[in-house]
């Protein structure tokens, strides 16, 4: 027996955090009935999400990491109610699970995205616990005096509480247009934009460079993807401390032919 949300994030179903939104929201049933968090599970029920069942591996696939490169206009929705354009109409299909996104950018902000099919790792590299560094270049409009940057180390309130830049790295430019590189370990709603605004200045162009170890290609044109080679995964899981011993299903049915 497995925690509901354990078992659905291994399953590609959605990170630990969303699936426990969608279990406190009443969106997730088993076998019929609503699933409550923390509710255990063998691996045969009929799990369903909002209705739709949904079709569970008994072997769970080779864990994937995408990078796709988010131009300005996309949003980071399955379902926009306002039919926009959506990052995931532009990945690749998978034949087990589907594409969990670590971490989103708003629709004026490009740059780099993750994408796994494991929800657990997924939930390792979003959790505030685990500081993982996001770095973004900022392009901002305006004069930005040495104190300004300093209280940006420091630390602003804003109206959800305290937050601060970890490095703040002058990259040049030309009159009131001038270029950082900001590095921070938390995904809040807009966080860049606004600790720039608390202190008076605009942000003109956003673009998120790095998160993690994973750097954006400058080679990746906007709108296109690339998927790393297995042992970039593996590096991956181990530095988060996961195993990755899954494997496809094809090969487990294989082994299991030659064993017989």
Same mark, same amino acid.
């Given at each position: 027996m497995e925690r509901i949300q354990k078992y659905l994030a291994s399953q590609g179903a959605g990170s630990r955090r969303?699936?426990?939104s969608l279990l406190q929201q009443g969106r997730i049933s088993v076998n019929g009935k609503p699933a409550k968090p923390g509710d255990q599970v063998a691996?045969?029920? %009929?799990?369903a999400i909002d209705g739709k069942l949904l079709r569970l591996q008994r072997h769970l696939a080779r864990p994937k990491i995408l990078i796709y490169h988010k131009p300005v206009g996309q949003v980071c929705t399955r379902a926009d109610p306002d039919g926009r354009d959506d990052v995931y109409q532009h990945l690749p299909g998978l034949q087990h699970?589907?594409?969990?996104?670590?971490?989103?950018?708003d629709i004026n902000t490009s740059g780099l995205l993750l994408f796994t099919n494991d929800g657990e790792l997924a939930n390792r590299l979003m959790h505030p616990s685990y500081e993982v560094e996001r770095e973004y270049a900022v392009r901002v409009h305006g004069e930005?005096?040495?104190a300004m940057l300093q209280q940006l180390r420091d630390g602003v309130e804003l109206d959800d509480g305290p937050a601060h830049f970890d490095d703040i790295i002058d990259s040049g430019g030309s009159g009131t247009n001038h270029w950082y590189h900001v590095v921070l370990k938390e995904g809040r709603n807009r966080e860049v934009r606004r600790l720039w605004e608390a202190v008076g200045v605009e942000v003109s162009r956003l673009v998120r460079v790095r998160y993690d170890e994973f750097s954006l290609p400058k080679w990746l044109k906007p709108g *296109?993807?690339?998927l790393l080679d297995e042992e970039v995964v593996d590096r991956a899981y181990r530095r988060l401390g996961l195993k990755t011993s899954r494997k496809s299903p094809r %090969?487990?049915?294989h082994?299991?032919? *030659?064993t017989r």
């Open positions: 969303q699936i426990d691996g045969g029920e %009929k799990i699970g589907r594409w969990v996104g670590i971490g989103r950018l930005v005096s040495p *296109k993807y690339r %090969k487990a049915a082994r299991r032919r *030659k």
